[in-house]
């Protein structure tokens, strides 16, 4: 059974950091790339950041500079470091595990909220 678990949310002033974890089971990580998605209320689901399986990072352009996604391999996990927080960012905060070759798989965490405010 595919299991992602995020945590690392919480509640921040506007300029503070969080780094959100997202810890994969029933998978192999390394053959996955990963996302981090982003929903605030009334608004669609966002793509904020990916990395993938190999090489390659992807950001939005609204957390460039801010946000950094990396992985470790030998701990199944996917990180987001969040620093220059700003109200905008408040969303739950989903990781996504993704690959296409053979096919397309694709699995979802919980999410974890992130609230911004001062």
């Known amino acids: 059974q595919v299991q992602l678990a995020e945590s690392g949310g919480g509640s921040v002033q506007p300029g503070g950091s969080l780094r959100l974890s997202c810890v994969v089971s029933?998978?192999?990580?390394?053959?996955?790339?990963m996302r981090w998605y982003r929903q605030a209320p009334g608004k669609e689901r966002e793509l904020v950041a990916a990395?993938?399986?190999?090489?390659?990072?992807y950001y939005a352009d609204s957390v460039k500079d801010r946000f950094t996604i990396s992985r470790d391999n030998a701990k199944n996990t996917v990180y987001l470091q969040m620093n220059s927080l700003k109200l905008d960012d408040t969303a739950a905060y989903y990781c996504?595990?993704?690959?296409?070759?053979?096919?397309?798989?694709?699995?979802w965490g919980q999410g974890t909220q992130v609230t911004v405010s001062s």
């Open positions: 996504n595990a993704y690959r296409t070759s053979p096919k397309v798989y694709e699995y």
């Open positions: 029933g998978l192999t990580f390394s053959s996955y790339g």
């Open positions: 990395i993938g399986s190999v090489v390659g990072t």
